[in-house]
């Protein structure tokens, strides 16, 4: 069945480092990709997503790639803050497959 | 325009019992996705609601069902409750099926005891 890796699990960062989220789908057919953040206690938020016909997409200090042929795409936060400490999830969908599969989420932990 | 809403937000069962959870989605989105949210198991797909009707489900058993209204309010239902069953259940609602971004509501946490 479809799936999405995440990895890494865990992730801790000094403030003003980069930091870097990857997941890989099986479902070839997928073509939407977007990225939540979770604080604890809260809801996901999308904080950036990108469609198969691009390779990357960048909003301020977020940036997201897509390697259709590996089935690949990256998270990348830069000039981290403790405030982007939080959960992050990848996710996967298939148009016209009413179905979304996340990862299994990056614990991100930056320190001041 | 107001977010995704979910009632209710905390709620405590005994095991055997059923549970019913109510999600309004934003003004004018048709879809509505059910997510299962576990420290262990993250969000795992429970079933999307698109026009009323079930367009795809999850691997869950039988116990868990829901359904959509024509004003794109859904409800999902577990039966039978168990222990494994406590959680934060999430809904999703985007305006189409497909690319649409999904926008979570604040979700219901579930105890079972």
């Known amino acids: 069945g479809e799936n999405v890796e995440q990895h890494p699990s865990t992730l801790s960062v000094q403030e003003g480092d980069s930091a870097v989220i990857k997941c890989t789908y099986s479902?070839?057919?997928?073509?939407?990709f977007p990225w939540y953040k979770q604080e604890l206690g809260k809801r996901p938020q999308l904080i950036i997503d990108?469609?198969?016909?691009?390779g990357e997409k960048k909003d301020q200090r977020i940036a997201v790639t897509l390697n259709k042929t590996a089935k690949h795409f990256s998270l990348h936060i830069t000039e981290t803050q403790p405030e982007d400490s939080a959960v992050y999830f990848c996710?996967?969908?298939?148009?016209?497959?009413?179905?979304?599969?996340f990862g299994a989420g990056t614990r991100l932990f930056v320190k001041a | 325009k107001a977010g995704v809403t979910q009632t209710p937000r905390y709620l405590i069962k005994t095991r055997g019992q059923q549970v019913t959870l109510s999600c309004s989605p934003i003004?004018?989105?048709?879809?509505v996705s059910w997510y299962q949210q576990t420290p262990g198991q993250g969000l795992q797909f429970l079933f999307e609601?698109?026009?009323?009707?079930?367009?795809n489900k999850g691997n869950f058993p039988g116990r868990f069902s829901g359904r959509q209204f024509s004003n794109s309010r859904s409800e999902m239902n577990v039966s039978t409750l168990e222990l494994g069953d406590s959680a934060l259940y999430l809904c999703?609602?985007?305006?189409?099926?497909?690319?649409?971004?999904?926008?979570f509501g604040p979700g219901t946490r579930l105890t079972v005891t």
């Open positions: 996710a996967a969908r298939t148009r016209g497959g009413f179905k979304t599969i």
């Open positions: 479902d070839s057919a997928s073509n939407y």
């Open positions: 609601y698109f026009s009323e009707t079930q367009r």
């Open positions: 999703a609602s985007s305006l189409m099926s497909g690319e649409n971004e999904q926008y």
């Open positions: 990108i469609r198969s016909n691009v």
């Open positions: 003004s004018g989105h048709r879809s």
